[in-house]
Each structure stands twice: as structure tokens, then as C-alpha cells.
């Protein structure tokens, strides 16, 4: 299993920016794709964005493609999401992810990760 702690929430203005981080530690962290998932009040989970394990391959949601950047610094062990241009229906718990099966391929549906973060909370008004 891998341990992975978010930060870097809060709130934010419509059209302002934040970025998240997600620090992993317990396994060779550059091995496996990561991800990022976000749930509001009341919805289910919905996929954000995944990234490979160089980083040379990027998968987003529709609803934040350019708006939205997934990156990785393997030698730091961290995933970060940087989010721009954010409006009120961004506003969510955000959940780092891994998926501790592959390195390469990357998937929206959350039952394929293996590992989730507690989560950080990005609150977005009008």
C-alpha cells in the first residue's frame, strides 16, 4: 500500500487558482499513475485528471480540460493538480488516488485505484 496525504485547499474566488499536492510515501512512487478525483455535497466521486508514471501522458475530464493541469515530481513523491480559471461547481473534496496495477495505462473509474488520500476541501464562491 502507499500513504497519501492532499493539501494545498481552501477558498477561492470564481476565476482565481489553487493547487493542490498530494506527498506518497510507502512505495516506490514513480512505478504507478496517479490521480485526482473530487466529490461535492450530495454526488457521487467523479473522475478529474490521471497522470503516468514519467508524467509524458495526461487524461482530464471534459468538464476541467484546460482549465485543469495534473503534473508529478517523482523525486519528491508528489502529484500536484494545478487549477485555474475555477468556478462555483469546482467546489468539492478533492482525493489524490493511485493505481498501484500500472504505470502506463490510465483510467477514469475509480474502483481501479488502490490507494486514497483523506482528502482537502476546495470551496469555490461566486
Known amino acids: 500500500q502507499v500513504q497519501l496525504v492532499e493539501s494545498g485547499g481552501g477558498p477561492v474566488q470564481a476565476g482565481g487558482s489553487l493547487r493542490l499536492s498530494c506527498a506518497a510515501s510507502g512505495r516506490t512512487f514513480s512505478r504507478y499513475v496517479m490521480g485526482w478525483f473530487r466529490q461535492a455535497p450530495g454526488k457521487e466521486r467523479e473522475f478529474v485528471a490521471a497522470?503516468?508514471?514519467?508524467?509524458?501522458?495526461?487524461y482530464y475530464a471534459d468538464s476541467v480540460k484546460g482549465r485543469f493541469t495534473i503534473s508529478r515530481d517523482n523525486a519528491k513523491n508528489s502529484v500536484y493538480l494545478q487549477m485555474n480559471s475555477l468556478k462555483p461547481e469546482d467546489t468539492a473534496v478533492y482525493y489524490c488516488a493511485a493505481d498501484l496495477k500500472r504505470s502506463v495505462y490510465l483510467t477514469r473509474y475509480d474502483a481501479e485505484y488502490d490507494s486514497w488520500g483523506q482528502g482537502t476541501q476546495v470551496t469555490v464562491s461566486s
Open positions: 497522470i503516468n508514471w514519467s508524467g509524458g501522458s495526461t
